[in-house]
């Protein structure tokens, strides 16, 4: 008498044992897919055996070998019964390396890492730049104009009124006399003239800057 016993056949896919051992094991999928900095998208295209979403030759296979080497299971393994499940594709299409169409996890991969090296140089450069345009602006001597006297003038009085304008930041000195400026720089000062020449020293300078002078002659004929 023979005994035939049923023989129970392993129907397992890849897509079974990467989800079964993640529920398993109770681990969030969009943890994963973060941790890896892979779409989420493959990973559940993966999952649910939807094989033909996943990227092609490559890109696919190295997915689902960070996929498995994560959930401690042997990559080789399951990368082996991926390419048993998938033998029905074209070969071509399998193995093309050169794609034309480029997934968009290689961009999400790849294009980060550029962009954030250039963040990185453009906001090093922006604060360079800054910095020394700062510096330079701290330490120039600030702009003075003055209305009046005109240059070498001679007059008749024997008083004077002097009148300019300066940057908000700046303090003005009249022959090293501190004088009050208003909200928008300008300034004025009367001041005693004697006989003969007068020489009429005007300062402007800001706290850490060079000083702007300005020398006016006055005769009083």
Request: no cysteine.
């Amino acid at each position: 008498m023979i005994d035939f016993q049923e023989k129970k056949i392993n129907t397992e896919t890849a897509a079974d044992r990467v989800r079964n051992t993640r529920i398993a094991r109770k681990l969030d999928i969009q943890k994963i897919a973060q941790i890896l900095k892979i779409n989420i998208k493959y990973l559940k295209a993966l999952e649910n055996g939807h094989y033909n979403n996943l990227p092609k030759g490559l890109y696919g296979k190295s997915f689902i070998r960070e996929y498995a080497a994560y959930l401690k299971l042997n990559p080789n393994e399951i990368v082996k019964m991926y390419e048993v499940e998938t033998e029905g594709r074209k070969s071509s299409v399998q193995d093309d390396l050169f794609s034309k169409k480029v997934p968009k996890s290689f961009y999400f991969l790849t294009i980060p890492k550029i962009v954030k090296n250039f963040l990185i140089i453009f906001s090093v450069t922006t604060v360079l730049f800054y910095l020394g345009f700062y510096i330079k602006n701290l330490l120039n001597p600030p702009s003075l104009v003055i209305y009046n006297p005109e240059k070498d003038a001679i007059i008749k009085e024997h008083t004077l009124e002097i009148r300019g304008k300066t940057e908000l930041e700046a303090e003005i000195s009249i022959n090293d006399e501190t004088i009050l400026t208003d909200t928008t720089g300008n300034f004025q000062k009367t001041i005693n003239l004697s006989n003969g020449v007068n020489i009429i020293s005007i300062i402007a300078k800001k706290k850490y800057s060079k000083e702007n002078k300005i020398i006016r002659k006055i005769i009083i004929e």
